[in-house]
């Protein structure tokens, strides 16, 4: 790292101090983890990272105004890449204001760059336009737009006529495939269509860091029984927003698997002989034990069944 670090400094002097100073800035930060032996200075180490985090997840959820209050507090100014996010709100704001101006331009300005991508924004724009005259009517208007900004897109032919029938139609339409076409939810479609092409030209990957180490955790602990009917209140992966989350996610793959009691939380062993009640159901011995002293009788937690100890079955796993 002090390498690279002497490397990038001399660079400063060639015009690009600005990014070479912020690339100084972060090597130090890594630096300052792989040299830190005090616990107290480790932990802010990792409020700090935690912060970039949130700062990025806040970005790409244009929260802008909490991710700049945090930047500000946390002191983090160098170490997140705000430029891009920011460029692109009063984009998303005209947009969303349907006004199609600043993004077109914005097309113009990166023009050779979008060449490279797989989405032709610009005539999804240039389209939006063209329907917005159709819905006031202005067919001759919407027409000459057309012969203008929209036969030499390069877009597909087939979704060129597909846009050019709209002329055919009122606004009002019942067809549903141009009902959609017509609605002014393709204003919250073109916003986000923006901010992915955004990402792209920026090298920003279309999920949020937090997202992904969420999804990395996830995938260790879940299972099968996470998407059953006995699912357990003390497993993430059960409970609701991250059982959607990890949804995508492959099952873990457990070379040696644990019965964990779902009473206690504790390991069955041994120590800890797993019993099954006549339901079928399997919970540890010393948490039946202890109900069974505490309450008298042994309630099923899955069923609410009601029994007793001597009821009860070792279970033996081979």
Same mark, same amino acid.
């Given at each position: 790292?002090?390498?690279?670090?002497?490397?990038?400094?001399?660079?400063?002097?060639?015009?690009?101090?600005?990014?070479?100073?912020?690339?100084?800035?972060?090597?130090?930060?890594?630096?300052?983890?792989?040299?830190?032996?005090?616990?107290?200075?480790?932990?802010?180490?990792?409020?700090?990272?935690?912060?970039?985090?949130?700062?990025?997840?806040?970005?790409?959820?244009?929260? +802008?105004?909490? #991710? @700049? &209050?945090?930047?500000?507090?946390?002191? =983090?100014?160098?170490?997140? *890449?705000? !430029?891009?996010?920011?460029?692109?709100?009063?984009?998303?704001?005209?947009?969303?204001?349907?006004?199609?101006?600043?993004?077109?331009?914005?097309?113009?300005?990166?023009?050779?760059?979008?060449?490279?991508?797989?989405?032709?924004?610009?005539?999804?724009?240039?389209?939006?336009?063209?329907?917005?005259?159709?819905?006031?009517?202005? +067919?001759?208007? #919407? @027409? &000459?737009?057309?012969?203008?900004?929209? =036969?030499?897109?390069?877009? *597909?032919? !087939?979704?060129?006529?597909?846009?050019?029938?709209?002329?055919?139609?009122?606004?009002?339409?019942?067809?549903?495939?141009?009902?959609?076409?017509?609605?002014?939810?393709?204003?919250?479609?073109?916003?986000?269509?923006?901010?992915?092409?955004?990402?792209?030209?920026?090298?920003?990957?279309?999920?949020?860091?937090?997202?992904?180490?969420?999804?990395?955790?996830?995938?260790?602990?879940?299972?099968?029984?996470?998407?059953?009917?006995?699912?357990?209140?003390?497993?993430?992966?059960?409970?609701?927003?991250?059982?959607?989350?990890?949804?995508?996610?492959?099952?873990?793959?457990?070379?040696?698997?644990?019965?964990?009691?779902?009473?206690?939380?504790?390991?069955?062993?041994?120590?800890?002989?797993?019993?099954?009640?006549?339901?079928?159901?399997?919970?540890?011995?010393?948490?039946?034990?202890?109900?069974?002293?505490?309450?008298?009788?042994?309630?099923?937690?899955?069923?609410?069944?009601?029994?007793?100890?001597?009821?009860?079955?070792?279970?033996?796993?081979?």
């Amino acid at each position: 790292l002090r390498r690279v670090r002497e490397a990038v400094v001399s660079t400063q002097s060639t015009g690009e101090g600005g990014y070479a100073g912020r690339c100084v800035e972060r090597l130090d930060y890594l630096q300052d983890y792989i040299d830190e032996t005090d616990t107290k200075a480790e932990n802010v180490w990792r409020k700090k990272r935690l912060n970039r985090v949130l700062v990025d997840y806040f970005l790409r959820n244009s929260n +802008y105004d909490t #991710a @700049i &209050q945090l930047v500000k507090s946390a002191g =983090i100014e160098g170490e997140v *890449d705000m !430029e891009p996010f920011l460029a692109g709100r009063e984009i998303e704001k005209s947009l969303a204001a349907h006004n199609t101006a600043p993004c077109l331009k914005w097309c113009n300005e990166n023009r050779s760059r979008l060449k490279k991508t797989k989405v032709n924004l610009e005539f999804k724009l240039h389209a939006q336009n063209f329907i917005e005259r159709i819905k006031v009517e202005d +067919y001759s208007g #919407a @027409i &000459q737009y057309a012969q203008k900004h929209l =036969i030499d897109t390069g877009e *597909d032919p !087939e979704r060129l006529q597909e846009t050019m029938v709209l002329l055919a139609f009122k606004p009002d339409t019942e067809c549903e495939k141009y009902k959609k076409m017509f609605s002014d939810d393709r204003w919250e479609e073109l916003v986000l269509e923006f901010r992915r092409t955004n990402f792209e030209l920026h090298h920003l990957h279309s999920d949020s860091l937090l997202s992904t180490l969420l999804q990395s955790g996830l995938s260790v602990i879940k299972t099968h029984q996470c998407y059953s009917s006995e699912r357990s209140g003390d497993c993430p992966v059960c409970n609701e927003p991250l059982n959607t989350l990890a949804s995508s996610l492959p099952f873990s793959h457990c070379t040696q698997s644990r019965l964990i009691c779902r009473i206690s939380g504790e390991v069955m062993n041994e120590h800890n002989h797993p019993l099954m009640l006549p339901n079928g159901h399997v919970y540890g011995e010393r948490a039946l034990t202890e109900m069974m002293e505490r309450e008298g009788v042994i309630v099923c937690p899955g069923t609410e069944e009601v029994f007793w100890l001597d009821q009860c079955k070792k279970v033996y796993v081979m």
